[in-house]
C-alpha cells in the first residue's frame, strides 16, 4: 500500500492555529476539516445512508447513468480525489476509467485512517489499480501532487464538498486547482443544487440524531488533539438554512456559561450561555451562478448533468 504523509511537512507548521483564530473570532466558528477525524469519517460514513439525508444518493445515481460518458469526454487520464474517504462513489469511475487501462488513483483525505482502510479495500477489490493516497488537506496535496505518469489527468471534488467553502475561499481553491492542472484536463465537480428548505435542514436534523453526533465529535476531536477539556454534553447541535448566504449551517450551541481550554496550544476560550461556535457551512448552488464562478476560473464546464428533480449537478470542467 502506497501513501504519503503530506501533514508533516513545513505546510503545516500551524496547526491548532486556524482552530484559535476561528474560537477567538465573534461569532465563534471552527474550520470544518477537524469534524474529519477517523471516528468523524465513520460518521460521516453513517449520514450518507441516512433516509434524510438525500445528496449521496442522488449524486450516487447521476454517477450511475452518466459515467460512461463522463469517461468518454475525458478518455484515459490518471484520477486525483479530493477528500475521498470510503470512495463509494469513486468505485463506479474507477470501474469506467479501468476498461482497458492500468488505472492510476490518487485518493486524498485528511483522515488518514479511513484513506487506509479505503486503499486496501479498493486493492484487494481491483488488484491492477496503480493506488497512492495522499494524507493532508486539500491545500497540501494540490501544491504537491506527485508528478504525472500519463499525460492526462482529472481532479475530482464530489458530494458538494465544494459548499463548505465560502465565496472568498472558493475563489482562492478554484485558483489552485487551476494551478494544478495542465491546459486541456479536467475538474469533476459535484454540487448541491437549491430546493425547498424543509428538505435541506431535514437532511441536517436527522430523526437519529446522526447528524448531531458528527457535528459534537469536533469537540471530542479538539480534546483529543489538543488536550482539551470541552464537555459535550454543554453543547448542542443546531442546523439551519440561512436563506441570505444560500447555505445550511450547522452550530454548536453552548447550554450554559462555561470556559474551555485546549491545554497543547496554550488556550482558553469563554462561552456564554446560547452562544454557539459554527462548525459548517454547506452552500446550496444556483446552476447558473456556479458556472459562471467556474467560467471566471477558466474552469469551462463541458456538459452538466442532474437528477430528475434537479436536486443535485455534476459538472465535467475543463481548463
Ligand atoms: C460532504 C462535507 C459536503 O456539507 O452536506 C453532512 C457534510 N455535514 N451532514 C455536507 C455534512 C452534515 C457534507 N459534505
New binding site residues.
Partial sequence: LRWIDLTSSETTGDDGADAIQGLSQTPKTLP?RY?YDDRGSEL?EQ?CDLPE?Y?TRTEQGILTAYVQEVAQLTGTCELVEL?SGSSRKTRLLIEAYSQGHQLQYYPIDVSTGILKTTAQALLHQYPKLKLCGLAGTYEQALAQLPPRQLDNRMLIFL???L??LDRQACDRFLAQVKQALKPGEFFLVGV?LQKPIEIIEA??NDTQGV?AA??LNILRHLNHRFQGNFQLDQFAHQ?FYNPVDCQ?E?HLRSLQDQTVVLQTLDYQVSFQAGETIRT?I?RKFHLPDLIAVLENHTLKPLQVWTDPQAWFALLLCQR
Avoid: Q, R
Fill in positions: 470544518c469534524l460521516f449520514i439525508y445528496p477528500g458530494g458538494s464538498t459548499g463548505n448541491d437532511a441536517y447528524t458528527f457535528n442546523a445550511i450547522m459548517e454547506s
